[in-house]
C-alpha cells in the first residue's frame, strides 16, 4: 500500500509564492512518475503538472512558466513551486502516483493524498 501526504498549502496574496510537497510511502518512488492535480471550488479535478521516473516535466497550459514540478527520489518527495500566483489558482492540490510513462488523465494515476488547500487572496 502507498500513502501519498502533501503538505505546505495555505493562504497567499495574489502575487506571491508556495511550494507543496507530497512524501511518498514505499521503495519504489523513483521507478514511476508523479503528479500534481487540482480542484478548484465547485468545478472539477483538473492536471497541473507531472514528473517522469526520467524527471521529464510537463504542465498545463494555465500553470506553465509560473508553476515548476521536481522531486527528490532520496527523499520519496514531489514537490510543486507555484510561483505568480493569482485567485485562480484557489484550490485544493493532490499530488498522485501515475501508472504510465507521461500520465495527464486521471485514470492513469492510482494512488493520491488526500489534498492541499491553496487559498490566493486578491
Known amino acids: 500500500q502507498v500513502q501519498l501526504v502533501e503538505s505546505g498549502g495555505g493562504l497567499v496574496q495574489a502575487g506571491g509564492s508556495l511550494r507543496l510537497s507530497c512524501v511518498a510511502s514505499?521503495?519504489?518512488?523513483?521507478?514511476?512518475?508523479m503528479g500534481w492535480f487540482r480542484q478548484p471550488p465547485g468545478k472539477e479535478r483538473e492536471f497541473v503538472a507531472g514528473?517522469?521516473?526520467?524527471?521529464?516535466?510537463y504542465y498545463a497550459d494555465s500553470v506553465k512558466d509560473r508553476f515548476t514540478i521536481f522531486r527528490d527520489n532520496a527523499k520519496n518527495t514531489v514537490y510543486l513551486q507555484m510561483n505568480s500566483l493569482n485567485p485562480e489558482d484557489t484550490a485544493i492540490y493532490y499530488c498522485?502516483?501515475?501508472?504510465?510513462?507521461?500520465?495527464?488523465?486521471?485514470?492513469?494515476?492510482?494512488?493520491w493524498g488526500p489534498g492541499a488547500q491553496v487559498t490566493v487572496s486578491s
Open positions: 514528473i517522469t521516473w526520467t524527471h521529464s516535466k
Open positions: 498522485a502516483r501515475g501508472i504510465g510513462a507521461r500520465p495527464t488523465a486521471q485514470y492513469e494515476y492510482d494512488y
Open positions: 514505499g521503495r519504489t518512488f523513483s521507478s514511476y512518475a
